[in-house]
């Protein structure tokens, strides 16, 4: 069974920066869209950022607009979330996702589309 594998997560102080890795043995990733997604104790999972084959990016959280950028190597089968200007509401795990529908970001957060969830990664932004 296909399991992405999420890492890069750390204790920072705000203002620092992390890069997230999501990796996929098994599943060749350059087909799909991957998404970003981020859940903080006690809240909903949330999207963050997609990226699409062709590159083309798709923000679903304003607040990270600026400060987070996505990319990909498919020659790594990798997708990176890159997390500058951390800020302390971003402390939540995070995980990546394929979208098995897509192979473009939607302009719009179709959580169910979304396959092959990690364990996640531990982000923690203190203040």
């Known amino acids: 069974q296909v399991q992405f594998v999420e890492s890069g997560g750390d204790l920072v102080q705000s203002g620092g920066s992390l890069r997230l890795s999501c990796a996929a043995p098994g599943f060749t990733l350059d087909y799909y869209a991957i998404g970003w997604f981020r859940q903080a104790p006690g809240k909903a999972r949330e999207g963050v950022l997609c990226?699409?084959?062709?590159?083309?990016?798709?923000y679903y959280t304003d607040s990270v607009k600026g400060r987070f950028t996505i990319s990909r190597d498919d020659a790594k089968n990798t997708v990176y979330l890159q997390m500058n200007n951390l800020r302390p509401e971003d402390t939540a795990v995070y995980y990546c996702?394929?979208?098995?529908?897509?192979?473009?970001?939607?302009?719009?957060?179709?959580?169910?589309?979304?396959?092959?969830w990690g364990q996640g990664t531990q982000v923690t932004v203190s203040s």
């Open positions: 990226i699409g084959r062709s590159d083309g990016s798709v």
């Open positions: 996702a394929a979208n098995l529908m897509r192979s473009r970001c939607p302009s719009g957060l179709i959580q169910h589309e979304y396959a092959y």
